[in-house]
């Protein structure tokens, strides 16, 4: 029997999606508004789903205090209120789109989880907007 323990978090970020070795007209091509020189912001919504056997102890599968933990130590004070494409070095060389944040954040959560939990990352640039990476 396998449960899904869920939480959100939330983080307020500026990007630009661009690639540096294309030109301005390409980048304005490809991801028209989202490439504006000047950055623009989202409020990302987060969710971060763990999914695994109740430990027959606790009755948990995850203490949501540490997953509430990671993610503010890994995203929350990692990302808000920062320019992702320019103080955040995972971006340095990485354009920020939904789908690359989604497996970044990922890949920062899932060392410190137990591995035989499985772990979901679904992130909303948008209210409409949102992707899903699950390490697949
Ligand atoms: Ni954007």
Known sequence: ?????????????AHRLYRKDWSDEKNELVFD???NPNFHGHNYELIVSVTGEIDQ?????????TLKD??????EDAFDHKNLNIE??????????AE???????????????????LEITL?????????????
């Open 1 to 13: 029997m396998k449960v899904t323990v869920s939480r959100k978090g939330h983080f307020n970020a």
């Open 88 to 97: 955040v070095p995972e971006f340095k060389e990485l354009n920020p789109t």
């Open 124 to 136: 909303f640039e948008t209210p409409r907007n949102f992707v899903t990476y699950s390490g697949k």
């Open 70 to 75: 990671i993610m503010k130590e890994e995203v």
């Open 57 to 65: 102890e606790t009755g948990y599968v995850i203490d949501i205090k």
């Open 100 to 118: 690359n944040i989604s497996v970044i954040i990922y890949n920062k959560i899932r060392p410190r989880i137990k591995s035989s939990l499985d």
């Open 33 to 35: 508004k989202c490439s």
